[in-house]
């Protein structure tokens, strides 16, 4: 069958297209017509049925725009306007809706030439803080696309963004939110972007609602390698798909009965991975003795399911477990007649989707909805960047914000500075909602009424300006005095200084930093700094005569308002790593760096590393790895408690990990017990989760260098934390993806394109981390020149073209593995060590596909072999991840 192509559809009307059908309720639906004026205005489409509004209340930015008059007779109503940002570098939709609803949510971008420039944006839109994807405009109304993605809601509040990536001007046309049963549409993880979603009828061209309940857009598809059949009979789509009858009463067989029904697509990104669900029902009337049973397989006969048969005039959903994944961006899927058969296969519908994943946390809910109506209280609805996630993606934050990124946890907003921006009336008590605030500044405004005492809860603020707000009471709250007489916050205010002038009173404003009884002496000081200009003030009025107006000029009112940096740092003395190694009575290891001894430091034990005075690791590699540990903190990478920097003595002393390296216990060498198929599963996703922060998580980002089975450390439940930084790198984050530097790291493990050009990217590490993957599968030693291929990547690779997964695998495990997890591993880290580094995945690809494999165990071990459902059936499939081609 020919291909089939990505999800892009011209909303051409044509006479007939749809059946008269009752229309169907839409109260949940959301269909906004963009650009659309005045914002009351509503219209119903008339092949659709569909009602759309204005989106004027939905966005507090952009300009109302309309296609050019020749390109709207070939298309739908809601195409003929649109609102385009040429403002600010993120403009977002803002829904109000449910957590954890399911929604398909469509939009469509129609030029029409409606600046008169001729020139087609190009730009990017998000869902939150993620990127959904890239509109590329191609076809009718001189340049469009329909965008679709399926998606769950995080939070009760969702963000539409359109995003500015160029010089060209973000626009759009329609968006459209539809309501989804949450058992549908299924993911490990992320989101479902649209690619293909066919049925097999000559007519109409498309189906849309109100054949469809849920307002899918299904497109015609035919090719002479097929042919469509049909019936009149009513077919029951009572699953939880709601296949329209439309779809359902067609569907194509092969052309030549004895050839296979195939189907094929082709993504663009070689690393991105398919969801498939294909629709099937019996719809003719099968004579004695005739059989239509087929079996389903994709990319070169890797079984979907097998002996399949239609039920009759019944719907039954088929669809993919976990994601596909293709080496080359290829999929192709084959439905072929068993031997039992005497019909050839039949496909009524089918839907692709590419798997999106949302690596973004978008800010904490609660913040996010306090800060929406702190700008809803104080109408800044005009600050430009106040729009989308306050805090993600970074280089969008809101301005005046700054925010903590804490592991796992959704981002948290720290300080907020609302300096000069006009703010009237009382302090907003949604403040008090920002629970990690440590600085507040609400300078220089017109805020007025009294101090709110709940700033005296707000436990980790530090610093409170209020100063310059001449309407507000300067009586502080008991409590918020406990506060600062206790130190632990300090507050500026204005008040009111009355000076004289000629016998005349007037009352200006003077800055006051409100101090504890210990801050005394401050204080004098800022009182002796005022008469001093009060001084000078009055030699100046007696020089300027009886008409001049008394001022106070207060210099340096508002104190910098950048967050302090709390250094981390633990500096130790020889001495003391004398005494908590017992004079270095306990020996753990020994590396090219020195000796690593056994310690105790505040009632825990630490593993201290001793720098040799002949080790090639010099006082710069030991500065680069105590930097980098005291500013990067996770989970999976081993801690710093201190380190030593006395005269000679070099010393870095960890947290103590009992069960010693990777390696070694792959060996035997930690009690001669084996590592199970799970345990390994469960080492490999932490020590990735540990390097993937690295790429991408600390700043700068980094590039660990030195990646291998003896720098992955095991504490005692067997938990994995990578290790030992002397050789890491910063790497840029601005435009370029690799550094050029002296070539470091362990043979066997070193990428040989960082060899070969000295130029260093987080892909070197994946590379490394390849081997290591290769490792846990194998127990191979990494370079063996005993063995027919020394190397151990160039050896699976030439063990696989046999297809024996068994004769790699450690044979210690006596074969209690999962066997699509043992393909799935090695698959990844063979592409892990592709000679081309632009072929490798990325570490938090790695990250989601080793998630899977030991989603894989663990469904193994619990017995999980109950994989299909009458009706809505989800198949898996032998690899979910391949990114090299293999023999099996």
Known sequence: MKSIHGFLLFLTIANGIFESVQAQDQSEFISLACGLVPKSTTFTEKTTNITYKSDANYIDSGLVGRIRDEYKPLLQQQAWTLRSFPDGKRNCYNFNLTAKSKYLIRGTFIYGNYDGLNQIPKFDIHIGPNKWTSIKMDGIGNGSAIHEMIHVLTQDRLQICLVKTGETTPFISSLELRPLNNNTYLTQSGSLIGFARVFFSPTPSFVRYDEDFHDRIWIRHLHNESVPISTDLLVDTGNLYDVPQAVAK?????????QPLSFDWTLDNITAQS????HFAEIQTLKDGEIREFNITYNGGKNVYSYFRPEKLEITTLF???AMSSPDGNFSFSLTMTGNSTLPPLLNGLEIYKALDLLE?????DEVSAMVNIKTTYDLSKKVSWQGDPCIPQSYRWEGLNCSYPDSEPPRIISLNLAENKLTGSITPEISKLTELIELDLSKNDLSGEIPAFFADMKLLKLLNLSGNLGLDS??????????????LTLILSKAVTVTHNGKSKKVPMVVIVASVAGVFALLVILAIFFVLKRKYEKHAKASGPTSVPTVIVENETPSFNPSIVTKERRITYPEVLNMTNNFERVLGKGGFGTVYHGNFDDAQVAVKMLSHSSAQGYKEFKAEVELLLRVHHRYLVGLVGYCDDGDNLALIYEYMANGDLRENMLGKRGGRVLTWGNRMKIAVEAAQGLEYLHNGCRPLMVHRDVKSTNILLNEHSGAKLADFGLSRSFPIDGEC???????GTPGYLDPEYYKTNWLSEKSDVYSF???LLEIVTNQPVIDKTREIPHISEWVGFMLTNGDLKS???????GDYDTNGAWKIVELAMACVNPSSKRRPTMAHVVMELNECVALENARRQGSEDMYTRRSVDFSHTSASEFSPRAR
Do not use: W
Request: proline share 6%.
């Open 275 to 278: 969801y498939v669900y294909m």
């Open 808 to 814: 790699i695998v450690d044979p210690k495990l006596m």
């Open 361 to 365: 946390l978008e800010t904490d809910q």
């Open 738 to 744: 690799h550094v050029s530097t002296v070539v470091a």
């Open 770 to 772: 390849g081997v290591v």
């Open 475 to 488: 009586t502080i709250p008991d409590s918020l005095q406990q506060r600062i007489n206790s130190k632990s």
């Open 250 to 258: 067609t569907a194509a067989v092969p052309a030549n009965a004895s």
């Open 320 to 322: 993919s477990q976990t």
